[in-house]
C-alpha cells in the first residue's frame, strides 16, 4: 500500500469546515482513499472511502485531486465531538486486504 | 447486529501470567484483524485472519504472541508469559470484501502488566 503524509495536528472552530489533507503521491491505479478517525480511548471508526471521483456521505465529504495524489476530508461543520485523530489511509482491497495505518492528523475543534 | 465485540475492557495482570484477548466479529465478516495500539507505535497490525486461516502474522512481536480462530465468530490473542512491555490497547476489527466498504473496530481491551 501507497504512504500517507498528513500533517500532525489542526485546529478548527466549531461549527466552521475542517478540512484535513492529505498526500499521497505515490498511490497506484487500484488502490483506494480510506478515512478514519478515532475518538479518544475508543476503536477507529470508518468515515469514508473513495477511488477517483469525490463522495459524499452523512459524515464527511472527500475531494480527490485529478492525478489522485492528494486529498481533502472534509467536515462541513464541525462539532466539539469531531475531536479525533484522523488517519488517511490507501489501501488496496482484495481478498487479503490489511488496513495500515499512519500517525494521522489530531484535530481540535474549540468553541 | 452489536458490532465486533470485546472481552475484557481492561485486563491487569502480573509479570508472567498468561493473558487471554477474546474478539467477536460481525457475523458474516470473513476478515478478521488484532492490532496493538501505543503511544510510541501507534496502531500496528498484529496478525490477521481469512475465513478463519491466519493470513500474515508477521507482526506478531514475538513467540510470546499467538492468535487463533477455531470458528467465524470468535479469535483469541494469547500472551504467554505477559511483559510490562505489553501494556497496550488491544483491538479487534472483522470486515468482508477485503475491507472495500471499511473495517468494523471494537472498543479494545486495555491491558496493563505490572
Known amino acids: 500500500d501507497a504512504k500517507t503524509t498528513q500533517p500532525p495536528s489542526m485546529d478548527c472552530a466549531e461549527g466552521r469546515a475542517a478540512n484535513l489533507p492529505c498526500n499521497h503521491s505515490t498511490i497506484s491505479g487500484n488502490e483506494y482513499v480510506y478515512w478514519y478517525r478515532q475518538i479518544h480511548s475508543q476503536g477507529p471508526q470508518y468515515i469514508i472511502h473513495?477511488?477517483?471521483n469525490n463522495e459524499t456521505n452523512e459524515m464527511a465529504s472527500l475531494i480527490i485531486t485529478e492525478d489522485r495524489k492528494s486529498s481533502t476530508l472534509i467536515l462541513p461543520h464541525a462539532t466539539l465531538r469531531d475531536t479525533a485523530v484522523y488517519y488517511c489511509?490507501?489501501?488496496?482491497?482484495?481478498?487479503?486486504?490489511?488496513?495500515?495505518f499512519g500517525q494521522g492528523t489530531t484535530l481540535q475543534v474549540k468553541p | 447486529d452489536a458490532g465486533v465485540i470485546q472481552s475484557p475492557r481492561h485486563e491487569v495482570t502480573e509479570m508472567g501470567q498468561e493473558v487471554t484477548l477474546r474478539c467477536k466479529p460481525i457475523s458474516g465478516h470473513n476478515s478478521l484483524f488484532w492490532y496493538r495500539q501505543t503511544m510510541m507505535r501507534g496502531l500496528e497490525l498484529l496478525i490477521y485472519f481469512n475465513n478463519n486461516v491466519p493470513i500474515d502474522d508477521s507482526g506478531m512481536p514475538e513467540d510470546r504472541f499467538s492468535a487463533k480462530m477455531p470458528n467465524a465468530s470468535f479469535s483469541t490473542l494469547k500472551i504467554q508469559p505477559s511483559e510490562p512491555r505489553d501494556s497496550a490497547v488491544y483491538f479487534c476489527a472483522s470486515t468482508i470484501f477485503g475491507g472495500i466498504y471499511g473495517y468494523t473496530f471494537g472498543s479494545g481491551t486495555r491491558l496493563t502488566v505490572v
Open positions: 489511509i490507501v489501501h488496496l482491497s482484495s481478498n487479503t486486504g490489511k488496513l495500515i
Open positions: 473513495g477511488l477517483k
